[in-house]
């Protein structure tokens, strides 16, 4: 039986370590096997047959077969404070025409009173377990994609203990900000694939709300708070939902967009041995978010059609047979770039932007849990997905849903 910690719960077979060969590589442009890409996502090893091995042996050897997983259920989660523009422009000088033509939002939730990413990112989970039909003490793995946890050391554990999972389940973070959810989602299809995982909660929560400068009206416009999930369920080849991917990271960008520790400054004199007297440490936190929005507005629009472009490669489908397009909903003018570059008319780009903002991690679990809901994205289409953001990270997948 596969469990968190390996394969199998069965004694190992000595002699199966050197039958093993594996079948499939793993790059960091998605999933390819010896011959090249296929579209279909194969995690598995051949256990070859021994000649003249007994057939009890034989029966006693586990064999590793190929597995794949499906999207079964969403939800979504928004804090009950809404913020418009006409409202944002009492407080930076700002207005709603200002706003909306230079990025397409109108509107942002944020969390107020007690309120909190937690209790956010278990409603979420709450509704996507709801959906798929499938109980807290059956989840065996909750990947948390924040950047702004309510806790320093993670946020997963709570949202484990909120939901009340009494099986004690891995929990952990995830950090790569925009770009969260889309590596959450491979990191989901691995532990299954390789892990033995059967039901794997991946959840995009953020409230960068508390990290935005409210009278910088350059970052302040664009931040929301929010929260989504889907469950990723193991399941046959067959029904497999990633069908390719495409990850990166450059941190030399990290100077266009970042939120820098930053360091209190300590007393610099010198103690009687000649030391500086800078311990103990005096308290820090975290700078607002810094952002310069052009050189930002440039690495989406280089960066994301082209990775979108690996992925369709590595599923080995044309640009065509998209039913959706499904990015990190960070401004209007990119989805609009992005969708252009890929020939993928406007009616088939999901945008809730308008009503939520740049929500982070939470941008494309909250957009797919209302398109599924209103009946937009159905069972079998093919959506393509993006994330990109701080990092600077970005990567994107091709899923199908259900």
Known sequence: MANASGFFTTPSVPSLRRKVQPSLAIFGSGFRSPEGFSRRVVFCSSVEKQA????????????????????????????????????????VDTNDEWISVRTGIRNRRVISGKESLTLLAAEAAKKALEMAQVDADDVDLILMCTSTPD????GAPQVQKALGCKKNPLSYDITAACSGFVLGLVSAACHIRGG??????????????????????????????????????????EEDFLLGFDVHSDGDGSRHLNATFKGNETDSELGSNGSVLDFPPRRSSYSCVQMNGKEVFRFACRCVPQSIENSLANAGIPASSIDWLLLHQANQRILDAVSSRLDIPSEQVISNLANYGNTSAASIPLALDESVRSGKVKPGHTIAAAGFGAGLTWGSAILRWG
Do not use: H, Y
Not at 151 to 154: S, W
Not at 198 to 203: F, G, S, Y
């Open 196 to 237: 033995g995982f059967k039901n794997v909660l991946v959840i995009g929560a953020d409230a960068l709300s508390r990290f935005v400068d409210w009278s910088d009206r350059g970052t302040c416009i664009l931040f929301g708070d929010a929260a989504g999930a889907v469950l990723v369920q193991a399941s046959d080849i």
């Open 52 to 91: 003249g091995a007994s057939s009890s042996t034989e029966s006693r050897a586990p064999r590793l077969v190929s597995k794949g997983c499906k999207l079964v259920g969403c939800g979504s989660a928004v804090p009950s404070l809404k913020i418009s523009n006409d409202e944002l422009s009492k407080i």
């Open 151 to 154: 806790d320093l050391f993670g």
